[in-house]
């Protein structure tokens, strides 16, 4: 495959990925779920995860599932007219804080854009908007972004986990890579999807 093809691959299967992420918004919370953890094996279509929480959990892959890689990036790498997303939380300056951001690539500017609740703290946000503007300072960069029907700002502190999608094949999909997974469950602890974000180069997914 040239690269051409390849890297149209990529940002298809991460566009799926994310696109997948944005419809669980407004799912039902007792069929749709949320996986964050350490792979500790694969055998064949059977994936089993440590949660974060320290579950132990079995994914089932679903027939034709896809890889999408996670590698780290910078809030130096953020500029205006990118589209990201960024989980986020209030803060006492009215500023919201950032838990931790995905840059999009170009060809996926829109993809579940506006703002709503997401798991990752109390009260957190999920904001995929454009990036109108940057502004610098002691306490990280603060972006404003806008989405349809809406703005939003949010501080960017040192430390907080920045990501971008890269290529990843099922070989990703080793003991110990993190992955972030969204899927479906009937309640019998088991969970089943069609596509898995795998952290690559020793990335956490921070999603």
């Given amino acids: 495959m040239d690269r051409k093809n390849l890297t149209k691959g990529v940002l298809a299967l991460a566009a799926g990925a994310v696109v997948t992420l944005a419809a669980l918004q407004g799912a039902n919370a007792a069929d749709r779920v949320r996986v964050r953890g350490t792979i500790e094996s694969l055998d064949g279509d059977t994936l089993k995860v440590k949660s974060r929480d320290g579950k132990d959990i079995t994914v089932m892959l679903k027939s034709g599932w896809a890889v999408t890689g996670v590698t780290k990036a910078s809030a130096a790498d953020i ?6 997303g960024i ?3 209030p803060t006492d300056s009215g500023v919201a804080g950032a838990i931790e951001v995905v840059i999009f690539p170009a060809s996926m500017k829109g993809t579940g854009e ?3 609740p ?3 703290k109390p009260n957190s946000s999920m904001t995929n908007a454009t990036v109108a503007s940057a502004v610098k300072s002691v ?4 972006l404003t972004l806008t989405y349809k029907g809406g703005e939003k700002k949010i501080n960017i502190p040192e430390g907080t986990p920045v990501v971008t999608f890269a290529s990843a094949t099922k070989d990703d999909l080793k003991a110990g890579a993190g992955v972030f997974i969204t ?14 974000a795998v952290g ?5 997914p921070p999603m």
Wanted: glycine share 18%; charged share 25%; no cysteine.
């Fill in 114 to 116: 506006g703002d709503r």
């Fill in 183 to 196: 899927g479906e469950t009937a309640g019998d602890g088991m969970v089943s999807t069609d596509r898995v």
């Fill in 118 to 120: 997401w798991d990752s």
């Fill in 139 to 142: 306490n990280g960069p603060t």
């Fill in 200 to 204: 690559v180069n020793g990335t956490v």
């Fill in 87 to 89: 989980a986020n939380e």
């Fill in 79 to 84: 500029k205006p007219g990118d589209f990201v």
